[in-house]
């Protein structure tokens, strides 16, 4: 009887590790730490906000548009609870990703306007926060395409057979993932138009 006992524990361990179990575990560790980086980018830009604000307020007061446009996008970014839950909910991994994009697009329209006040450009202060702000930007890059790698690694095991089964067991479902803002424009075919060739009437 033990011996069937054994045999049988043997047949389970196998199963279970030859059914992606495993890799599920590790797959969902990796997301997790990969998220913890892309939302310690992102609050390191975040932090980054009221100092540049400030600096550029001192130089550039009439851009008050501008400066309630970062403020209030900084602001929204900081109101999503980003709890190691949002990665399993679609709507409110778009919400996030979407609080973000405004926030970059808030910061990209400051420092254009930035370019119009040249003691601000000279400023110390405004250079040193533009540098960190800079770097912050190529980190969230790294820090995104790692989530992305780590998620796509486990979508496919999610969608693979025979790991497939396992997921259906156990509950897993495909994460969702980092998508371009403006996908629908960036697909369009271009159009390039050379005016009329020389000489034509």
Known sequence: MRRYLFLLLLLVVGLLGGCGYNTFQSADEQIKASWSEVLNQYQRRADLVPNLVRVVQGYATHEKEVLTRVTEARAKVGSIQATPDLINDEQAFAKFQAAQGELSSALSRLLVVSENYPQLKADGLFRDLQAQ?????????????????????????????????????????????????????????????????????
């Open 133 to 201: 702000l800079e770097g912050t930007e190529n980190r969230i890059a790294v820090a995104r395409n790692r989530y992305i790698k780590a998620v796509q690694d486990y979508n496919v095991t999610v969608r693979s057979f025979p790991s497939n089964l396992t997921a259906m067991i156990f509950g897993y479902k495909a994460k969702p993932n980092f998508t371009v803002e403006n996908e629908k424009e960036i697909s369009k075919p271009p159009t390039v138009d050379f005016g009329s060739p020389a000489g034509a009437k």
